[in-house]
C-alpha cells in the first residue's frame, strides 16, 4: 500500500547554505502559521546556542501541508562535526532537498551528505538558494552539482534530479533558471511530484525504527522514527528489539503517541505506515532499535555511524579557584551527564580511564566537542579539558591518522601565503579552480594540523578566507607537525591582576586578562610570540615613596587584551596544559602548577629524548 497523503523529506547542505531558512519560508507557506503571528527567523533553531552561532546543530522535525498532503520536513545540521546527525535522520525520510549556494556551489559536507543520501537510493531534488545575490553563477553551479552527482556514482534516476531555484530571503521559487517566481509552490509541486510517498503493508506487523532519541522531564524517554510497517496504536503492547544486538528484547507498551503538526508535537491515538512519530513510555529504548509487535521480533537494520576521530580528557576540576562558580563539580556529576550525551549522540563515545575523576571523551570534531563543553558549563557544570588530539589506528600494522578534504576560497592575492602554510603542515593538493577574483583550492591534510588553523587563515587572508572540512580517509602517518608556534605567558603568583604587573608583562607577549581578573600560579595569563614559556608576575604592585617625578606617574597604558573563545582556547592548548572551564569562566592552566616542579618534569622530558 502506498500512503498518498504523506511525503516524508530531509533537507541537506553544506553550513550556511540556507537549510533552515528554506525550512521557515515553506511553514509560512505551508499552512502551519496564522496570517498575522509574529514568527521569528530561523524558527527550527530554538536551541539558544544554536540561535548565537547561526548554525543547525541539532536535527529536527516539523511538518507542513500542501494540496491535502502532509510533508514531513528534517531539518538536518550543515558542519561536518555533527554528521553523525545527518546520517540517522536519512532513514526517517524518501527523498532529499540538497541545498546549494548560487555562489559558493558544493562544498566538502555537501558531498559527505549527499554520499550518505545516495547511498541510502533516495530521490534527490536539487535547490539552487540565493539566486538573488549579485554574484550567482548559476549555470557553473549547476554543472558542479552534476558533476559532484556523476563523481558519487549516482544512478540514472538520481541524476535526473530536477533543479529548483529560489530565493529563502525573498520566499520565492522558480523552476527556470532567468524567472524569480512569486511564491515556494514550484518547491511544493516538484517535492510532490518527485519524492516517492512511503510505501508499506499496513496489515503487517508492527516496525518503527528509532532515528532520534529525546529526554522530556515529565514523560520521559522519547524514540521518535518513521513507521515502516503495520499500525501503531496507544496501549499497545510493543517488543523492543535490535539488529546489531539480537539479545535485546524489552517488552514494553505504547503509553503516548505524537505526530508532528507544524512545530509541534500532537498527541494521536493511533498511527500507520509513513508516518513519523514520537514514542513516549518506553524506557531505555535507543538510537537504533526497533520497535516491533510483541508476537514478531523481527529488527530493521541500523546504518553503522562513522566512527569519532577526535578525543579529548575530561577531569574534575582541581584548580586553586575549583567549586567556587560551579553547581556540579563532582565526578559523578560529571560522569552522569557524559554517559546521557553519549546515548543521545550517537557520534559522541565516552570511556572511564584508570583515573575515576577523569573521562575520555570522542567525537567527530574540535566544534563537536566544544558545543559539548558549552552546553555542560550553561547548565552549570565546572571541570577541566585537556587538549584535543586525533585517534589514531593500527591498519595492516601501519600506524594511521584521519585526513580530512579541506576546501579553502581566498582572495588571488593570498594563493601563495596559503599554499606555503598549507605546505607546513603536510597538505596535498588536489584541485584548484578560480571563481571570479577568488580561488577555491582543494587539499587533503591531516586532521591534526587544522588545529587552531582557522585563526591563522583569518590573519594570513585579513578576514577573507573561508574554510571548511570533512573526512576522508585514515592513511599512513604523515610525521610529526608544529602544533603550535608559541609560548605562554604564566602567572608567577596567586592574587588579582593589577594595571602596574600587566604594564611591564605586555611587554613578553599579548595578554589575554584585564586589571582585576583574579589569577594563581600557573595560570596562563597571555601568549609569546617567541615560542618559550615565560613567568611574569601580574599581580606586582608599585612600590609607593615620597619622591614623585615629573612624567614617571602618568597613567599607564595597556595594549587591549585578546578576548578568547571557547573555541581559541581549545586551539591554543599544548600538551602540558589544561582548560578549566566553570559557568563564569574559562581559564588556560599549566597542568603542573609550580613553576620549579614544571622545570624538572620538563628537565626529565629532555633527557629522555637525549636532549641534555
Known amino acids: 500500500m502506498i500512503n498518498e497523503k504523506i511525503r516524508n523529506v530531509a533537507i541537506i547542505a553544506h553550513v550556511d547554505h540556507g537549510k533552515t531558512s528554506i525550512v521557515n519560508e515553506m511553514l509560512k507557506q505551508g499552512n502551519v502559521f496564522r496570517e498575522n503571528q509574529v514568527v521569528e527567523d530561523r524558527v527550527m533553531d530554538s536551541n539558544a546556542l544554536e540561535r548565537e552561532r547561526g548554525i543547525t546543530i541539532f536535527s529536527k522535525n516539523a511538518s507542513c501541508s500542501f494540496n491535502g498532503v502532509k510533508i514531513n520536513v ?120 518527485y519524492i516517492p510517498a512511503p510505501e508499506g ?43 546489531h544486538d539480537q539479545s535485546k528484547l524489552v517488552k514494553s507498551k505504547i503509553v503516548t503517541l505524537f505526530t508532528y503538526e507544524g512545530l509541534k508535537r500532537v498527541p494521536v491515538e493511533k498511527a500507520t505506515i509513513g508516518d513519523i512519530v514520537c514514542v513516549a513510555g518506553v524506557e531505555d529504548i535507543m538510537i537504533g532499535d526497533t520497535i516491533c509487535a510483541v508476537n514478531s521480533p523481527n529488527p530493521l537494520e541500523f546504518v553503522k555511524i562513522a566512527e569519532p576521530s577526535v578525543e579529548m580528557t575530561f577531569l574534575v ?110 597538505g596535498e593538493l588536489i584541485s584548484m579552480s578560480p571563481k571570479g577574483s577568488r580561488i577555491k583550492m582543494d587539499f587533503y591534510i591531516p586532521e591534526r594540523a587544522l588545529f587552531g588553523f582557522k585563526s591563522q587563515l583569518l ?82 604592585k608599585k612600590h609607593l615613596t615620597n619622591c614623585r617625578a615629573s612624567g614617571s606617574d602618568d597613567a599607564l597604558r595597556l595594549i587591549p587584551p585578546i578576548l578568547m573563545s571557547l573555541e581559541d582556547c581549545l586551539d591554543f592548548l599544548g600538551d602540558d596544559e589544561y582548560l578549566e572551564v566553570t559557568p563564569k569562566s574559562i581559564r588556560i592552566r599549566k597542568i603542573i602548577l609550580d613553576h620549579n616542579m614544571r622545570l624538572r618534569e620538563r628537565g626529565k622530558i629532555l633527557a629522555a629524548q637525549g636532549k641534555l
Open 317 to 426: 576540576n582541581n584548580s586553586p579557584f575549583a567549586g567556587k562558580e560551579g553547581k556540579f563539580v563532582t565526578s559523578r556529576h560529571l560522569r552522569d551527564r557524559l554517559y546521557k550525551e553519549a546515548v543521545k549522540d550517537l557520534s559522541l563515545r565516552v570511556s572511564d580511564t584508570s583515573s575515576t575523576e577523569a573521562f575520555t571523551v570522542c567525537g567527530r570534531g574540535e566544534m563537536h566537542l566544544s558545543i559539548l563543553i558549552e552546553n555542560m558549563r550553561r547548565d552549570g557544570y565546572e571541570f577541566q579539558v585537556s587538549q584535543p588530539r586525533v585517534r589514531f589506528k593500527e591498519i595492516d600494522g601501519k600506524k594511521c591518522e584521519p585526513i580530512d578534504r579541506l576546501t579553502i576560497d581566498v582572495p588571488e592575492e593570498f594563493v601563495g601565503t596559503i599554499m606555503n602554510k598549507i605546505g607546513t603542515r603536510k
Open 459 to 540: 590573519t594570513d587572508t585579513k578576514g577573507e578566507g573561508i574554510m571548511s572540512s570533512v573526512f576522508h580517509d585514515y592513511e599512513p602517518y604523515k610525521g610529526e607537525i608544529a602544533r603550535r608556534e608559541y609560548g605562554s605567558l604564566i602567572a608567577h603568583e596567586t592574587g588579582e591582576a593589577v594595571t602596574y604587573g600587566l604594564f611591564y608583562a605586555q611587554e613578553r607577549g599579548d595578554l589575554f586578562i584585564t586589571p582585576g581578573t583574579p589569577v594563581y600560579a600557573g595560570m596562563v595569563v597571555g601568549r609569546n610570540p617567541k615560542g618559550d614559556d615565560i613567568v611574569v608576575n601580574v599581580c606586582k
Open 201 to 243: 503493508d499496513p496489515n503487517a506487523p508492527l516496525q518503527m525504527l528509532v532515528s532520534s532519541a529525546e529526554h522530556n522531564d515529565y514523560v520521559g524517554k522519547l524514540g521518535v522514527g518513521k513507521i515502516e510497517a503495520g499500525e501503531m496504536k496507544v496501549n499497545d503492547q510493543i517488543i523492543v528489539c535490535n539488529y
Open 74 to 193: 528534517v531539518d538536518t545540521p550543515g558542519h561536518a562535526d555533527f554528521g553523525g546527525e545527518v546520517e540517522r535522520v536519512l532513514k526517517m525520510v524518501d527523498g532529499v532537498l540538497l541545498v546549494v549556494d548560487a555562489y559558493e556551489g558544493p562544498m566538502p559536507q555537501t558531498r559527505f551528505v549527499l554520499e550518505k543520501a545516495l547511498e541510502l537510493n533516495l530521490k534527490v531534488i536539487v535547490v539552487v538558494n540565493k539566486i538573488d545575490r549579485p554574484d550567482a553563477r548559476i549555470s557553473e553551479v549547476q554543472d558542479e552539482v552534476l558533476e559532484l552527482l556523476m563523481d558519487l556514482d549516482a544512478s540514472d534516476d538520481q541524476l535526473d534530479a530536477p533543479f529548483v531555484y529560489c530565493s529563502a530571503r525573498e520566499g520565492v521559487a522558480s523552476l527556470d533558471a532567468s524567472t524569480k517566481g512569486d511564491s515556494f509552490n514550484p518547491l511544493f509541486e516538484t517535492i510532490l511530484k
